[in-house]
């Protein structure tokens, strides 16, 4: 049984994507635009935007801002109001990651991964929601990760800050689910990104953005609320956070040894 409603068609299905200009949220815009789905862009970089944008014109709607800034998100909600009298769903994709380690660790670091992680997260879910909840329809999607399944090595702030939204996500749904709306967790494995790609270890079951997004779509039309992927690596580390501490972080030191 689907947690939340199935989606069959994005035709005209008004979709704001944050971060937009790369990675996941640059192959899931192109997916949904492809399928018919008005699709308004956002990120800082407006020349990735504006490419995207040259796919359908009279489809897809440029909205370049810092998500770190919180006025830039109300100006950037009004517009679509205004363009588009709102919108059907929200996709927040944003994310900023460095590998930390412990002896690495710094308040620079710590602020720049949980500002746009889950700071930007939560102030665009606030940013969209009174509408949404007004119409009693819609829904919001947050990109978070199997990092936040457990504490992984090289990943001391960003692994925190996408358990978090796991949690958002999870309170979320509690609150909007009876009123109407839906909400997707996605959380995915590796995937070759200008984030992952900063890596010095093997990342297993690496996935490209636009695998990503057909099973980012894919979930979102068969109304799932958690949204994971490739099963084969996700599901071991479902598995691994069950397990007890011992065995765990037994494991999960022989991974952090390996170069």
């Known amino acids: 049984m689907s947690l939340n ?8 299905r008004r979709v704001w994507i944050v971060g937009a200009s790369s990675g996941i ?3 899931l815009a192109e997916a949904l635009i492809d399928q018919g789905a008005r699709v308004a862009v956002s990120a800082r970089s407006t020349g990735k935007l504006d490419a995207l944008a040259a796919r359908a014109p009279a489809r897809v709607r440029v909205l370049p801002f810092d998500v770190n800034d919180n006025q830039a998100w109300t100006t950037a909600a009004a517009q679509l109001a205004q363009d588009w009298q709102g919108i059907d769903h929200f996709i927040f994709c944003a994310a900023a990651y460095r590998p930390v380690r412990a002896w690495t660790l710094t308040p620079e670091l710590i602020a720049e991964m ?3 992680n889950v700071t930007a997260a939560m102030t665009g879910v606030a940013t969209v929601l009174p509408a949404l909840l007004a119409r009693g329809e819609g829904a919001v999607s947050l990109i978070g990760s199997v990092a936040g399944y457990t504490g992984l090595p090289k990943s001391l702030v960003y692994g925190p800050t996408k358990a978090a939204l796991i949690n958002f996500c999870e309170a979320l749904y509690l609150d909007v689910h009876p009123r109407g709306l839906a909400v997707h967790l996605i959380n995915p494995g590796f995937v070759d990104t200008p984030l992952t790609q900063q890596n010095d270890f093997h990342m297993p079951a690496l996935l490209t953005p636009a695998q990503a997004a057909q099973e980012i779509v894919r979930g979102m039309e068969a109304g799932d609320f958690e949204i994971h992927f490739p099963k084969r690596f996700t599901g071991w580390l479902r598995f691994l956070r069950r397990l007890p501490y011992r065995l765990r972080f037994a494991l999960l030191a022989k991974v952090a040894e390996q170069p």
């Not at 409603?5 to 005209?12: L, S």
Request: aromatic fraction near 8%; charged fraction near 15%.
């Open 114 to 116: 949980v500002g746009t």
């Open 25 to 27: 949220g640059a192959a």
């Open 5 to 12: 409603p199935r989606i069959g068609n994005w035709q005209d």
